[in-house]
C-alpha cells in the first residue's frame, strides 16, 4: 500500500501546521490590515511586496498540498520564512506592535517545520540526491 499511510505521521502534521500558520496570515496581507500595511512600510514594501509575498505564500501551500510537489512548497515556505524571520532581526524587531513576539515565533515555527518537511522529502528534490547521496 503506497502513498500517505507510509510516511510518518508527524510529516503529515508538518504539512497541516505549515498550511495552517501560513494560510491564517493571507487575510491578513490581501485586506491590508493595519499590522500588515504597518509592517510593510518599515520595510518599504508597501503595498506590492504585501501582495507579491501574499501570493507567493499562497503558492506555498497549494504546492504543500500536492504530494509530488511538497518539496518545492517547503522550499519556498523555507524561504519565505528565512526572509521574514531576518526582517525581523534587522529592521522590525521581535515584537512588533505589541504581539509580544508572535509574528517571529510564527515564522521561526514554520520555517523548523519546513526544515523537516525538506529534509524528508530530500530524496525527491533534482541534483540534490546526485549531489549528496542517500542510502
Known amino acids: 500500500m503506497k502513498g500517505i499511510l507510509q510516511k510518518p505521521i508527524l510529516f503529515h502534521l508538518a504539512k497541516v ?3 495552517v500558520v501560513i494560510g491564517q496570515t493571507l487575510y491578513y496581507k490581501f485586506t491590508g490590515s493595519e499590522e500588515s500595511k504597518y509592517i510593510f512600510t518599515i ?9 507579491g509575498l501574499a501570493v507567493l505564500e499562497t503558492i506555498c501551500i497549494i504546492l504543500i498540498m500536492i504530494p509530488k510537489f511538497v518539496w518545492v512548497g517547503a522550499f519556498l515556505a523555507f524561504n519565505l520564512m528565512l526572509g521574514a524571520i531576518l526582517s525581523h532581526l534587522v529592521f522590525l524587531g521581535i515584537v512588533v506592535k505589541d504581539d509580544g513576539g508572535l509574528l517571529f515565533f510564527m515564522a521561526l515555527f514554520v520555517f523548523l517545520l519546513s526544515n523537516y518537511v525538506l529534509y524528508y522529502e530530500r ?3 533534482p541534483y540534490f540526491s546526485e549531489m549528496f547521496p542517500i542510502d
Not at 520595510?43 to 501582495?51: D, F, K, N, V
Open 17 to 19: 501546521l505549515i498550511v
Open 43 to 51: 520595510l518599504a514594501m508597501e503595498p506590492w511586496g504585501r501582495i
Open 123 to 125: 530524496k525527491k528534490i
